[in-house]
């Protein structure tokens, strides 16, 4: 964690007036505050008090005990733990919530300077739909529970937040509550540094927030896919072929080398109605400096059908373009053409650092690079934007940097999609599908990581067991 200047104090508590809706705070937050020091309460119980256990069982309720209104997706509790051995892997449910358990989070993390007591942490967040918690009103009953990957008995008499005496409600400060990023409840073991919340108009440089997620879902209709803040696209429109349907359902998910992975599947037979889509893409605008990388599986044939169509494989960052070459757009992109396309007569990988365009008339601002050569197969990609520039990289290499003018002025969301260009690269009305796949994706704020260092934190994010983390706050 960075030593934050008393400036960087001062706006962190004007930031969490501004959420409490203007209540007066009477002195900045304190590194880790006590039970009646903050605006929320956290009451406890567990419902597996043994030493051992085949899984926790940890209930909360939160309660405003300030005078202003809190909205639940700015709060997040820690309950910390000790783990079995250092790569036990756990998994998080909800049992039953009065919010309903589609607004709960739960995710795990890993404490970087790790005590007798505690060397990880489950940490819960709400979802928006979770809504406002009124001055005097708590969350009710959040059934929670969470348990060894491979199911067998865990121990919890060491936990440092697990009270084996308390089987009925009552205030716990051995678990901490933040506040849009600040520690305004409970005390964490040594080395829980609280940090303050994100000013948007600091400069690059002061962040470290990450977002983290390893596509362990179900469908595309999983509700936790939602919770966790991605968007499959279903409406009409382009890019590419005129008629072609956005399909959700094209969105799957799976196991492969004992890793979890998104598939997004393109196919056509020919026609704009039969040409199907495919995108997933956050539903929040708030990714802007910082490293960006994802794992993916780019593919040079169909796997059925005739080869040859233009398609185009992709993982990006983007915001809207809110007029004709309006000069706050901004667009950071890896594109595979396996059979060519835009004046290209094969496979050819673009990245391309967008300042903006025109679509009508066409014209365009950009800068690119590009390979031309066959990339199929799983694929590195990292994207690092700070003050000096946009660089990217390939399996570790570096692919090409574009400049400073290009940077972002407004934040963006992440996205991944793959869609055909046009039906003129085959004209065979026989099926045929496209598949390609995502390992995981990482986005860490205002830190420009190197591609040993973004392997290094999936490797670790994977060793304690963490499939989705979101730590990147709204602009």
Same mark, same amino acid.
């Given at each position: 964690?960075?030593?934050?200047?008393?400036?960087?104090?001062?706006?962190?508590?004007?930031?969490?007036?501004?959420?409490?809706?203007?209540?007066?705070?009477?002195?900045?937050?304190?590194?880790?505050?006590?039970?009646?020091?903050?605006?929320?309460?956290?009451?406890?119980?567990?419902?597996?008090?043994?030493?051992?256990?085949?899984?926790?069982?940890?209930? !909360?309720?939160?309660?405003?005990?300030?005078?202003?209104?809190?909205?639940?997706?700015?709060?997040?509790?820690?309950?910390?733990?000790?783990?079995?051995?250092?790569?036990?892997?756990?998994?998080?449910?909800?049992?039953?919530?009065?919010?309903?358990?589609?607004?709960?989070?739960?995710?795990?993390?890993?404490?970087?300077?790790?005590?007798?007591?505690?060397?990880?942490?489950?940490?819960?967040? !709400?979802?928006?739909?979770?809504?406002?918690?009124?001055?005097?009103?708590?969350?009710?009953?959040?059934?929670?529970? !969470?348990?060894?990957?491979?199911?067998?008995?865990?121990?919890?008499?060491?936990?440092?937040?697990?009270?084996?005496?308390?089987?009925?409600?009552?205030?716990?400060?051995?678990?901490?509550?933040?506040?849009?990023?600040?520690?305004?409840?409970?005390?964490?073991?040594?080395?829980?540094?609280?940090?303050?919340?994100?000013?948007?108009?600091?400069?690059?440089?002061?962040?470290?927030?990450?977002?983290?997620?390893?596509?362990?879902?179900?469908?595309?209709?999983?509700?936790?896919?939602?919770?966790?803040?991605?968007?499959?696209?279903?409406?009409?429109?382009?890019?590419?072929?005129?008629?072609?349907?956005?399909?959700?359902?094209?969105?799957?998910?799976?196991?492969?080398?004992?890793?979890?992975?998104?598939?997004?599947?393109?196919?056509?037979?020919?026609?704009?109605?039969?040409?199907?889509?495919?995108?997933?893409?956050?539903?929040?605008?708030?990714?802007?400096?910082?490293?960006?990388?994802?794992?993916?599986?780019?593919?040079?044939?169909?796997?059925?059908?005739?080869?040859?169509?233009?398609?185009?494989?992709?993982?990006?960052?983007?915001?809207?373009?809110?007029?004709?070459?309006?000069?706050?757009?901004?667009?950071?992109?890896?594109?595979?053409?396996?059979?060519?396309?835009?004046?290209?007569?094969?496979?050819?990988?673009?990245?391309?650092?967008?300042?903006?365009?025109?679509?009508?008339?066409?014209?365009?601002?950009?800068?690119?690079?590009?390979?031309?050569?066959?990339?199929?197969?799983?694929?590195?990609?990292?994207?690092?934007?700070?003050?000096?520039?946009?660089?990217?990289?390939?399996?570790?290499?570096?692919?090409?940097?574009?400049?400073?003018?290009?940077?972002?002025?407004?934040?963006?969301?992440?996205?991944?999609?793959?869609?055909?260009?046009?039906?003129?690269?085959?004209?065979?009305?026989?099926?045929?599908?496209?598949?390609?796949?995502?390992?995981?994706?990482?986005?860490?704020?205002?830190?420009?990581?190197?591609?040993?260092?973004?392997?290094?934190?999936?490797?670790?994010?994977?060793?304690?067991?963490?499939?989705?983390?979101?730590?990147?706050?709204?602009?």
């Amino acid at each position: 964690m960075r030593t934050r200047s008393p400036g960087r104090r001062a706006r962190a508590a004007l930031a969490l007036t501004a959420l409490l809706g203007g209540a007066a705070l009477t002195g900045l937050p304190a590194p880790a505050a006590t039970a009646a020091a903050g605006p929320l309460a956290v009451q406890y119980r567990t419902s597996a008090a043994g030493a051992t256990a085949d899984q926790s069982e940890p209930w !909360f309720k939160v309660r405003n005990t300030g005078s202003a209104p809190v909205q639940l997706s700015q709060v997040k509790i820690r309950y910390y733990f000790k783990a079995d051995a250092p790569g036990t892997a756990y998994r998080f449910a909800c049992s039953w919530a009065v919010v309903g358990c589609a607004a709960v989070t739960g995710t795990f993390g890993t404490l970087p300077q790790p005590t007798a007591t505690a060397d990880r942490y489950l940490e819960i967040g !709400f979802t928006p739909s979770a809504g406002t918690l009124a001055p005097g009103a708590d969350t009710g009953d959040l059934q929670l529970r !969470f348990h060894r990957s491979d199911w067998q008995t865990l121990r919890q008499s060491d936990d440092h937040s697990f009270g084996a005496a308390q089987t009925s409600y009552a205030d716990w400060d051995k678990v901490t509550a933040r506040l849009a990023g600040v520690t305004v409840w409970g005390s964490g073991p040594g080395g829980d540094d609280p940090t303050g919340p994100t000013d948007p108009a600091d400069p690059p440089g002061e962040g470290g927030q990450a977002l983290f997620d390893d596509f362990d879902y179900a469908s595309h209709t999983d509700p936790d896919l939602a919770a966790h803040g991605w968007s499959v696209r279903s409406n009409a429109g382009g890019p590419g072929v005129p008629g072609a349907t956005w399909d959700p359902s094209k969105v799957t998910f799976s196991s492969s080398g004992g890793t979890s992975v998104m598939d997004l599947e393109t196919s056509t037979a020919g026609t704009g109605a039969s040409t199907t889509h495919t995108e997933i893409l956050t539903r929040d605008m708030k990714f802007a400096y910082g490293t960006y990388a994802a794992r993916v599986r780019f593919s040079d044939a169909p796997v059925s059908g005739p080869d040859g169509d233009r398609v185009v494989q992709t993982f990006f960052t983007i915001n809207d373009l809110t007029a004709p070459m309006a000069d706050d757009y901004a667009e950071y992109d890896f594109e595979y053409l396996p059979n060519g396309g835009w004046g290209e007569p094969s496979s050819i990988l673009y990245t391309t650092s967008w300042e903006t365009y025109d679509p009508d008339p066409w014209q365009a601002v950009n800068q690119h690079s590009e390979s031309r050569r066959s990339f199929a197969g799983w694929h590195d990609l990292v994207v690092t934007i700070d003050d000096s520039g946009i660089t990217y990289y390939v399996d570790g290499s570096h692919f090409g940097t574009h400049d400073a003018a290009y940077l972002p002025e407004r934040p963006m969301s992440i996205n991944f999609n793959q869609w055909l260009i046009d039906l003129e690269g085959q004209s065979s009305t026989a099926p045929r599908a496209y598949h390609q796949q995502v390992d995981y994706v990482l986005h860490v704020k205002d830190e420009v990581l190197t591609p040993a260092q973004v392997a290094a934190r999936i490797d670790a994010y994977r060793a304690a067991g963490t499939t989705f983390v979101d730590e990147v706050p709204a602009p």
